[in-house]
């Protein structure tokens, strides 16, 4: 089962487009375009957030620390949210790694503007609750899918998450950056991939992985994966 609604269109962010014309031009007044690269650092943990984006392609990554052992993903951001959520909601410094997993582009905007903007912006308030709340969803599916899935569910799950935030069917993504997303060894990333692959779902070849079958994908994931589409929608109904 595809996604409902189209795949995402490069230029569009789903926050901003359900934004009425006058909120939008208010916010437009302050944003700047920026150019997204893989393995940028958008935020650290415990240090406040310089600016708040709004993606318009690619996919940045929220990750937990964990100590002496190497920090786990918790949820992905794409052109459906916005990075700084805990600016929204009152609170400038984020306990997580901020780093973007796929290059892309975005709407960037310091801090002190967005604070500034925001109490003039009921409908943009608004939706952000929505997505705040959606977002700690998906926060809360990744840890309970790390802990009760296999990794094959965990990398179809990751996979499909990262698939629906880009244009296409390829996705540029080392073993060693997959095993860093799902706080697993690079031989079972490499394991599982190559389980997928025969399964003839994707083909992973030189850090770049096709998506070949996504409904075989979908089969394969974990119902986590559903459940969080489905609450997604629900955040963007207009």
């Given at each position: ?26 916010l ?14 958008i ?23 964990m ?52 109490p ?27 802990r ?35 706080g697993?060894r ?15 779902l ?23 994966y559903?459940?969080t ?10």
């Amino acid at each position: 089962m595809a996604p409902p609604g189209p795949r995402v269109q490069p230029g569009t962010n789903r926050v901003l487009a359900l934004l009425p014309d006058a909120e939008r031009s208010r916010l437009f007044h302050h944003l700047e375009r920026v150019r997204l690269t893989a393995k940028q650092v958008i935020a650290r943990p415990g240090e406040p957030y310089a600016h708040i984006l709004f993606p318009l392609a690619g996919v940045v990554s929220v990750l937990v620390p964990m100590g002496e052992e190497p920090s786990v993903e918790a949820a992905v951001i794409g052109y459906d949210g916005m990075v700084g959520l805990p600016v929204a909601l009152g609170n400038g410094i984020g306990p997580h790694e901020v780093i973007v997993q796929v290059a892309g582009g975005g709407w960037r905007m310091g801090t002190d503007h967005f604070r500034e903007l925001l109490p003039d912006c009921p409908v943009l308030r608004e939706v952000l609750q929505r997505y705040a709340l959606t977002f700690m969803n998906q926060t809360a599916r990744s840890s309970a899918c790390n802990r009760m899935n296999d990794i094959n569910q965990r990398l179809a799950r990751w996979l499909l998450l990262v698939h629906d935030r880009v244009p296409g069917d390829e996705l540029g993504l080392t073993q060693e950056f997959l095993s860093e997303m799902l706080g697993v060894r690079r031989p079972s990333v490499s394991l599982a991939a190559s389980t997928l692959q025969h399964a003839g779902l994707i083909n992973y070849r030189w850090g770049r992985i096709n998506v070949l079958d996504r409904r075989g994908l979908e089969q394969t994931a974990c119902e986590d994966y559903r459940q969080t589409v489905d609450e997604y929608e629900m955040t963007f109904k207009a």
